[in-house]
C-alpha cells in the first residue's frame, strides 16, 4: 500500500519564509461589470470578464517565526507573497497585503497563528498538475 500523502504548504512573505503552516484557504473574487440597460427588459446583463479581480488566502499552523507579528507592527505589511504546495506542484505569487494576523495559544516558543492576506496585483499560478 502506497503511503498517504499530507498536505506540504511553503509560504514566504517577502523572500523569508514563514515555517509551520498547516492548512490554507483561498477565495477568488471577480467583480462583475453591469451593462444593465433599458433594452433589457428588466433582466440584469452582465459583462463576460470582470471589472475587478482579487485573491484572498489565508493560512493557519504554528511556528516560532515572529516575521508576521513583526511585520504587522511596523506597518510593513505590502510584500510579495509566494505559496506553495508541494503536492499538486502549484506556485501562487503575487504582491499581497497582509490583512490580518491572530496569534494564541503558547507552546514550546511557538504560537498557534492565523493570517489573511490580500493581493494586491496580478497573481500568477503556475505548475498546477
Known amino acids: ?6 498536505r506540504k504548504i511553503v509560504l514566504e512573505w517577502g523572500g523569508v519564509e514563514i515555517p509551520g503552516v498547516q492548512e490554507k484557504g ?7 461589470v453591469d451593462l444593465t440597460s433599458d433594452d433589457d427588459d428588466g433582466w440584469q446583463s452582465l459583462h463576460d470578464e470582470a471589472g ?30 509566494e505559496l506553495t504546495n508541494s503536492v499538486t506542484g502549484s ?6 497585503f497582509l490583512a490580518s494576523y491572530n496569534e494564541t495559544a503558547t507552546h514550546n516558543e511557538a504560537v498557534t497563528f492565523e493570517a489573511t492576506f490580500q493581493s494586491s496585483g496580478p ?5 498546477y498538475s
Do not use: Y
Open 1 to 6: 500500500m502506497a503511503a498517504l500523502l499530507g
Open 26 to 32: 483561498i477565495n477568488r473574487n471577480g467583480e462583475p
Open 52 to 81: 475587478m479581480n482579487s485573491l484572498e488566502i489565508s493560512v493557519s499552523g504554528v511556528s516560532k517565526s515572529e516575521a508576521l507579528s513583526a511585520d504587522w507592527f511596523e506597518g510593513s505589511r505590502t510584500k510579495t507573497l
Open 91 to 96: 506556485v501562487i505569487a503575487g504582491t499581497f
Open 123 to 127: 497573481v500568477t499560478l503556475t505548475g
